[in-house]
């Protein structure tokens, strides 16, 4: 979907809380995009009462935003996440859609471990980090990571101020 189309199905703010700064488009696997702030990306340190405007995202007629909300919900441990879950009311294909992919990926480190949303994780080698002119250390502590929806090989974090992709083989769990 092109950058216009997804502004103007939005609205141009955030398809979970309604934000209208550092917006950019996020994949919702197999096919689809959503409109996200940076916290609704998880970037930075996001506090736990803001994934309650999921609560109303939840209601959205958009399927695309109907599964990220699905799967945001499924990482959230907390009893009102689930039951917000359970209470989604999709049709029965695009329910299908949200399963598929939330179920079937699960990201491991270099150990076998398995990595959550918003975890934190060690470098186990030096990393050069193309396009941004400096190598990211051995025994560097990446807090708050994220996971790639749709490669369970990639997780996102921050070193040095830079949001980068990194391999899951090139880290452990903390």
């Known amino acids: 979907m092109r950058w216009d189309e997804l502004m103007d199905r939005a609205g141009g703010v955030c398809e979970f809380c309604g934000t209208a700064g550092e917006l950019a488009s996020v994949d919702v696997p ?8 940076s916290s609704c990306r998880g970037e930075g340190d996001v506090p736990a009462a ?3 405007c999921l609560e109303g995202a939840m209601w959205s007629a958009e399927p695309a ?3 990220a909300v699905y799967r945001r919900l499924g990482e959230i441990k907390e009893m009102w996440a689930s039951d917000a879950r359970d209470s989604m009311v999709m049709e029965p294909e695009v329910l299908t859609r949200a399963q598929d ?10 150990n076998g471990m398995r990595l959550e949303h918003g975890d934190t994780v060690v470098l186990v080698k030096d990393l ?5 002119g400096f190598t990211a250390k051995r025994g560097t502590a990446v807090r708050n990571i994220s996971l790639v929806p749709d ?3 990639h997780i996102e974090g921050r070193v040095e101020g830079q949001r980068i992709v990194i391999l899951t ?4 769990r903390k």
Do not use: Y
Request: one cysteine or more.
């Open 30 to 37: 197999p096919s689809d995009q959503v409109l996200l702030c």
């Open 50 to 52: 803001h994934w309650r």
């Open 65 to 67: 935003v109907q599964i």
């Open 101 to 110: 992919v939330a179920e079937v990926l699960e990201h491991f480190d270099s």
């Open 128 to 132: 050069p980090v193309k396009g941004a």
């Open 151 to 153: 490669n369970a090989a």
């Open 169 to 172: 083989e090139f880290v452990k």
